[in-house]
């Protein structure tokens, strides 16, 4: 009775480290799911911060280097309107808030992401489509 135990201890060991191996093998070649930073792959600069006092410099500043109905052209609403819509979508979504990025520098901006938005919806662009 003894060996018989013997033998099924044996193929129970046996199958669990097979099931161990297994469970391993398949995590050690998994992917992460992020992306995250590439070894060896260039950072793209963008710039944001300049984009951001340019537009600003253009725009919003108290004294703009172009006339209000320069913005009023290109935007088709006031600047108090764009300013109360991007209020608005940031208190909505946090999408529009200006958060960091995974290397802790700031992303785009309230501003910078609304102008985009608006620019997407008047060329009736879709995001996910190609």
């Known amino acids: 009775m ?3 135990n013997d033998s099924f201890d044996e193929e129970f060991y046996f199958q669990e480290e097979e099931d161990v191996a297994m469970i391993l093998a398949m995590h050690v070649n998994k992917k992460p799911k992020h992306g995250g930073s590439v070894t060896g ?4 600069w963008r710039d944001r911060i300049d984009a951001h006092n340019r537009l600003m410099r253009y725009y919003f500043m108290e004294n703009p280097i172009y006339l209000k109905s320069y913005f ?5 609403m006031r600047t108090k ?4 819509i991007a209020k608005k979508l940031a208190s909505h979504d946090r999408f529009f808030q200006q958060r960091r ?3 802790k ?3 785009h901006n309230i501003f910078q992401k609304v102008t985009i938005a608006l620019r997407m ?9 190609s």
């Open 2 to 4: 003894s060996s018989s």
């Open 41 to 44: 792959r260039q950072k793209l």
């Open 72 to 76: 009023r052209r290109r935007f088709r």
């Open 81 to 84: 309107l764009f300013k109360h």
């Open 101 to 103: 990025n995974a290397a």
């Open 105 to 107: 520098e700031l992303r």
């Open 121 to 129: 919806l008047a060329l009736r662009y879709s995001g996910g489509s």
